[in-house]
Every structure is written in structure tokens, then in C-alpha cells.
């Protein structure tokens, strides 16, 4: 777990931010009819507590209220505190023209519904049948705030969206239902994916999320896809934000009155498939590489062992939107096999861990289209898929040409992020191509020691 700074930054004007909660007014006192509820939960038990929930709520908490929102922030509630604070802000979203819910904190989703977690429930002993009867599901939430024909509701949730294993019929989730009309849902992440709780003192979701909410000539619709194009953009696409839209028109949450609908955005950014100069994906830099990149091979490993008929449609999804994990994923699923890996089962104690034959009958290895799908995510200059193909293309398998070239092309771009794996098949490419030389064992010293250290036999 990535430990971060504790973050505190008082509001302006009149306001009360405390754990129990209380209300913001604007200094001004004017009427409200713009109200926002803002949940901040980090305080969960043991190694599932988190960093940053606290501090991006009391963020998004100052700059609704310099929008003029009327807003309630609470932070690290139970779960009879959560139930509550939803159904008394409920009675007050009926009654206004526009309603905010924030929440920032931990998320699962169970048979294509998410839920919100409350601090004393644990996801490490949860089950599906404990969240069916007891769990805040964001479906209960949305018909509490559902607006009046005239008004409109947005639900910003900076929470995972992987699925909980326990007990379930499938693993998979699907997008949701479809959204109430007036209600636009953001969601930090795409369906069945993670989301980083960040470095720095805020996530990178809730940082981008506040840097355009705190731009008042933006509306609702604007903020969601910035949001999105910026998250995916400096996540390298590994985190795609999602937007659920039953908004019909646009507002501005600064006034509260129905603007002009802004011009379509071309599919690709409207994706958060970002590009920079020239047309091509923007370098994420290597310090997020140094700090995701381990965290992001272990979730596409575990992705990865758990495929199957439930989980392919939700992972062709975010795939289809250009989300590089998805794709990384799928590639790796179709990978030729030459050893029986390991497979992570469902259990009534939990997870376990079974031995899997090669070529399982949902992921039968196809080389040419795991070479598709890792060519669409090195194309994004995602070092994992960048690698993976790089190997392949090496391999050659069949229906897949042999091509050195590319293949040290690409590593040398993984390479270049600090990834030890490109590095490592970088040098025995280049040993294999007979252009190895003394700079590049020099340059790569650390790595191949950490490697034989690492590795058992690998020092011969």
C-alpha cells in the first residue's frame, strides 16, 4: 500500500467540517436549491483502510460550496450513520433543482449492482448474500435522490468497481441499468475494474474531478468528460472513468440553470483516449509507472486467472472504450500456454488457489488475437502490452510473423518507463541481434543483479 500525506485545507467562509458532519452554508446566505451530500471514507479495518477518501471529500466539499451548494460532508460513517445521512439528504434532493452525491471511499459490485462500503464492513470476509441483505447498493441510493421532473442529480463515486468472489453465481458487471432520467452518474472507473486511491493528497480521479468542478462556466456534462479525458490520459488509459447518463439537456452548477448543450466531442476523447502531439498518446510519466506499474501486473494477473464466460463481456467493454487493463487482459488470456498455471476459485472459505490446465475451455489460446488485442494497448505505449507483444512477435507463434525489430522498437520504449521485465528481454533481444554492448550491461547492472538475486537458478 502506497502511504500518502495527510491532507487539511480550511474552507472559505462559514463552515463546520467535522467527522459527525454538519452543514456548509455559502457565505453569502443565500436560499438553497442546489444541495450536496459528501462522503469521505478511509477508516476501514486493518490493511483495507485507505488514504485519501477523507481529504478529496473535504475537497469536493469546499468547491460545491463556493458553487453555492447547500452541503453536508461526513466522513468515515458506519453503516447505520451512512444509511442515514442517504435518506435525510434524499428527502432533501426531491425538493431541489440540483443534488450532488460524492462519495469517495470503497465500492464492489455483486450480480451487476454496486455497492457502497460503510467502514465497519469488511470486504475481506463480505459475501454476496451479506451485501444482497444488508449492503448500501447504489440502486437504493439513486432511487433516494431520483429528482423531480425538473431537476437534475449527479453521483460522483471515487470507488473500485471490481466484483466480490464470494459466493457468487458470476463474477462479471455489467455497465447498470438504465439511468433515471435527470441523473448523471460518474464513476471513477470503469465496470469490474480498480481504482487508485493516489500518491499525493488527493486520488487522481478526485483531483481531476475537483479541477474543472472548481471551473463554475463548466457544466455537469463538461466536468464528466474533462474528468474523464484527464484521468485516462495521466493513468496511461489503466483507469478509463465512466459516464451512465440519463441527463437529458445540460446544466452549470454554478447557477443551477440549463445551458446550451456543448459541442459533441470527438469519440475518441469522449472516451478519455487522450493523444498528444502529432496524434500520439501521451507519455505517462515514470514516476506513475514506478509507483502502478507492480500494482497493475498483479491485477491483470489475478484478471487474468479468474477469466472466464462471465467476465469476457465486461472486459470486451472496456476494451471497445480503449481501457489498456482490458485489453492487456485479453491478449494475456489468449496467450499460447507452455506450463499449467495457477487459477483462482471461488470457495466458502474464500478465495483458493487450483492448478489449471493450459488452454482452459473459457480462454483456448489463439496467438493472432492475443497479438490484436496487445497491439491496441501498445499502441496506448502501455509497458505491460508493450512487452507481452514484444515477446510474442520473438515467439512467433503460429499466425504471428516473426518481427525483431518491432519487438526491440517496443521494448525499448517499455524499457525506457523503468519496467525490469522489458528491460531484461531488451538486453537478450539485442544479445540474440548481436548489437549488445558494454554501455548497455553497464546502464542495466542494477537490474540484471536484482534479477539473479530474484530469480532461483538464474545465477547459474
Not at 491496441?376 to 520473438?394: D, G, S
Request: one cysteine or more.
Amino acid at each position: 500500500m502506497i502511504h500518502r500525506r495527510p491532507f487539511l485545507q480550511a474552507c472559505a467562509g462559514a463552515v463546520l467540517l467535522a467527522s459527525g458532519g454538519g452543514w456548509l452554508r455559502p457565505a453569502s446566505g443565500a436560499a438553497a436549491t442546489k444541495v450536496a451530500l459528501v462522503v469521505g471514507n478511509a477508516a476501514y479495518p486493518g490493511s483495507e483502510r485507505l488514504n485519501n477518501p477523507v481529504s478529496d471529500a473535504r475537497l469536493t466539499a469546499e468547491n460545491l460550496l463556493k458553487l453555492g451548494f447547500q452541503t453536508t460532508l461526513v466522513t468515515d460513517r458506519t453503516a447505520v450513520q451512512l444509511k442515514g445521512d442517504l435518506e435525510s439528504f434524499g428527502q432533501l434532493a426531491k425538493g431541489a433543482d440540483v443534488a450532488v452525491l460524492f462519495y469517495a471511499g470503497h465500492g464492489v459490485a455483486v450480480d451487476s449492482t454496486n455497492y457502497l462500503l460503510p467502514v465497519d464492513q469488511r470486504m475481506a470476509t463480505a459475501t454476496s448474500v451479506e451485501m444482497k441483505r444488508n449492503g448500501i447498493s447504489l440502486k437504493w441510493v439513486e432511487a433516494l435522490i431520483s429528482p423531480h421532473p425538473r431537476g437534475v442529480a449527479l453521483i460522483v463515486l471515487d470507488a473500485c468497481r471490481n466484483p466480490l468472489m464470494r459466493g457468487l453465481a458470476q463474477q462479471g458487471m455489467v455497465a447498470g441499468d438504465r439511468p433515471a432520467r435527470g441523473t448523471l452518474t460518474l464513476y471513477s472507473t470503469a465496470p469490474g475494474a480498480l481504482a487508485r486511491d493516489g500518491s499525493g493528497r488527493n486520488s487522481e480521479f478526485s483531483a481531476a474531478f475537483n479541477r474543472h468542478l472548481a471551473n463554475p462556466e463548466l457544466s455537469v456534462k463538461q466536468i464528466a468528460e474533462s474528468t474523464q479525458r484527464d484521468v485516462s490520459a495521466e493513468t496511461g488509459d489503466t483507469q478509463v472513468p465512466w459516464i451512465h447518463s440519463g441527463l437529458i439537456g445540460d446544466v452549470r452548477l454554478s447557477s443551477g440553470q440549463v445551458v446550451q448543450a456543448a459541442p459533441a466531442a470527438k469519440a475518441g476523447a469522449a472516451r478519455g483516449l487522450s493523444r498528444g502531439a502529432g496524434g500520439e498518446p501521451p507519455r505517462v510519466s515514470t514516476q506513475f509507472w514506478n509507483e502502478n506499474l507492480a500494482l497493475l501486473e498483479e491485477e491483470m494477473q489475478l484478471a487474468v486467472l479468474n477469466f472466464d464466460v462471465n467476465s469476457r463481456p465486461v472486459l470486451e467493454q472496456r476494451a471497445a472504450a480503449g481501457d489498456v487493463m482490458a485489453l492487456t487482459i485479453l491478449g494475456s488470456v489468449y496467450l499460447p500456454e507452455s506450463q499449467p498455471t495457477l487459477r483462482v476459485q471461488r470457495s466458502g472459505q474464500g478465495l483458493s488457489v487450483a492448478q489449471a490446465a493450459p488452454r482452459n475451455r473459457a480462454a483456448p489460446a489463439d496467438p493472432v488475437r492475443a497479438a490484436r488485442y496487445l497491439g491496441k494497448a501498445a499502441e496506448r505505449r502501455f509497458p505491460i502490452a508493450q512487452t507481452l507483444l514484444a515477446e510474442l512477435l520473438v515467439e512467433a507463434p503460429a499466425g504471428v510473423p516473426r518481427d525483431l525489430q518491432r519487438a526491440e522498437n517496443l521494448l525499448q520504449d517499455a524499457a525506457a518507463t523503468g519496467y525490469g521485465r522489458a528491460r531484461l528481454d531488451l538486453l537478450s533481444l539485442r544479445s540474440r541481434r548481436g548489437n549488445l554492448g558494454p554501455q548497455d550491461l553497464l546502464d542495466n547492472a542494477k537490474t540484471l543483479q536484482h534479477y539473479l538475486l530474484r530469480v532461483p537458478g538464474a545465477g547459474g
